[in-house]
């Protein structure tokens, strides 16, 4: 079976976030000053053939942990979607 893995990785959150303060401090500076938090992160999308969904979760697991973030200071979530 053919998997598509959407991959959301997102700094912890006791990992200082320069660009996410950066960008908050632009939208309070364009009149959005109700904005209280901005977080930066990275989106990929991993196409790959898999034989059942536990197998694609461990994949997605070992990829992210393996290559895709660094653990020490990114968190990952994913959602797998058959294609």
């Known amino acids: 079976m053919m998997w598509k893995a959407e991959i ?3 700094l912890k959150k006791s990992v200082l976030d320069p660009q996410g303060q950066a960008v908050e401090k632009a939208l309070a500076s364009l009149g ?3 904005v ?3 977080r930066i992160g990275k ?3 991993v196409s790959f053939a898999a034989a059942s969904q536990q197998e694609a979760e461990a994949q997605v697991r070992e990829m992210s942990e393996r ?3 660094n653990p020490v200071i990114e968190d990952y979530t994913f959602e797998l ?3």
């Open 36 to 38: 209280q938090d901005v």
């Open 32 to 34: 959005y000053g109700n």
């Open 8 to 10: 959301k990785v997102l």
């Open 67 to 69: 290559l895709l973030t």
């Open 43 to 45: 989106y990929l999308e």
């Open 81 to 83: 979607v058959e294609v």
